[in-house]
């Protein structure tokens, strides 16, 4: 397993989602500029490169941040948790409903996180 989060808020108190990852350069993080909307069904997606990190928002782009290019992401054998983190205080946990989650082993064109948010919206 490996270090890193999806967080439905950027601080703990807002609605603005963020998505860190752990390196051996410390913790990176991507803030959404844009909030997510309450009691509405939304797509998100972290995505990280080389060199970026991108969080969007219904297949739209909302936070780019550049990284050093040679982070490696730090490996762990922590277990992975959806809607809360291991040792999460209240203002981590969420009270969302989760539908689908998908991890994948590279990082998504943005054309590719647009075509799945329009997928499931299709649905």
Excluded: C
Excluded at 11 to 28: L, M, V, Y
Excluded at 52 to 61: A, K, N, S, T, V
């Amino acid at each position: 397993m490996n270090q890193w989060g999806l967080f439905l808020t950027a601080r703990g108190h807002d609605d603005n989602p963020s998505f860190w990852i752990e390196s051996q350069h410390g913790w990176h993080a991507v803030y959404s500029e844009s909030p997510i909307l309450l009691n509405k069904q939304t797509h998100l997606a972290g995505i990280r490169e080389t060199e970026y990190m991108r969080i969007y928002i219904d297949g739209e782009l909302s936070g780019l941040v550049e990284i050093p290019h040679d982070s490696q992401i730090i490996e762990t054998q922590l277990d992975m948790f959806f809607g809360n983190s291991r040792g999460s205080v209240q203002k981590w946990s969420s009270k969302s409903q989760i539908d689908d989650i998908r991890i994948y082993n590279r990082a998504l064109s943005e054309a590719e996180v647009k075509a799945l948010y329009e997928f499931e919206k299709a649905d």
